[in-house]
């Protein structure tokens, strides 16, 4: 079954120091891949997607991710976190079945230390 | 373009009343996609649904909860008899009608915050 696993229930970093957040997925087919946050009491804001070609994705805010076919991982990166940055992170796989179907991983939230 | 609208923003119930939630997707979107998200917990896919049509509703409790989306209006998630596990952040979102499929964004509502006293 299609699933996305994100290892890291919860990190905190410094700010100004650079971020590595963890996304595994589960899927037969290459898959679509999304980053979302989620600011306190906000709905999710698409960060990056990644759907073919280069495997290194830019995205909004300074945040990119790296598609690694053969770890099955599309991490999120940023080289200088803002306290602005403290947020919820959700990755998501999009999935063919019947219907083009999205699948959100638990989410880790992230806290900036000033 | 205005984005997804959601309303309430926070809805109070009493145990056994009904929650009627709103959304309206953005212009010019006919896909509606209804999550949950439970306190320290990830979104949870519930419904999808077209103009009219139901499309998956496997992640939907089966019973107390329904869902539409009708021709005209938002789309409508009701809980009826509500019970102190309904409480919860409920998330709507939408995405336009091409043949894109998956590389259709989904573009969120901010959320209604639904409390069962």
């Known amino acids: 079954a299609q699933s996305v696993t994100q290892p890291d229930i919860h990190i905190t970093v410094s700010e100004g120091a650079s971020l590595e957040l963890r996304c595994n997925y589960s899927y037969g087919a290459t898959p679509y891949l999304f980053w979302y946050v989620q600011s306190p009491g906000q709905g999710l804001q698409l960060l990056l997607k990644y759907f073919s070609g280069d495997t290194l994705v830019q995205g909004i805010k300074g945040f990119e991710a790296e598609f690694k076919r053969s770890q099955s991982s599309f991490n999120l990166r940023k080289p200088s976190v803002h306290w602005s940055d403290a947020a919820e992170y959700f990755c998501?796989?999009?999935?063919?079945?019947?219907?083009?179907?999205?699948?959100f991983g638990p989410g880790t939230s992230l806290s900036v230390i000033p | 373009n205005a984005g997804v609208m959601q309303n309430p923003r926070h809805l109070v119930r009493r145990r056994g009343q009904e929650a009627r939630l709103r959304c309206s997707p953005m212009k010019g979107h006919s896909h509606v996609y209804w999550y949950r998200q439970l306190p320290e917990e990830g979104l949870k896919f519930m419904v999808y649904l077209q103009k009219e049509n139901i499309i998956d509703e496997s992640g939907m409790p089966k019973e107390r909860f329904s869902a539409e989306f009708p021709k005209e209006g938002p789309s409508i998630l009701r809980i009826q008899q509500v019970v102190r596990g309904d409480s919860a952040a409920y998330f709507c979102a939408s995405s336009p009608p091409t043949a894109g499929g998956l590389r259709e964004t989904q573009y969120f509502g901010p959320g209604t915050r639904l409390l069962v006293l």
């Open positions: 998501a796989v999009g999935v063919k079945t019947s219907y083009d179907k999205v699948i």
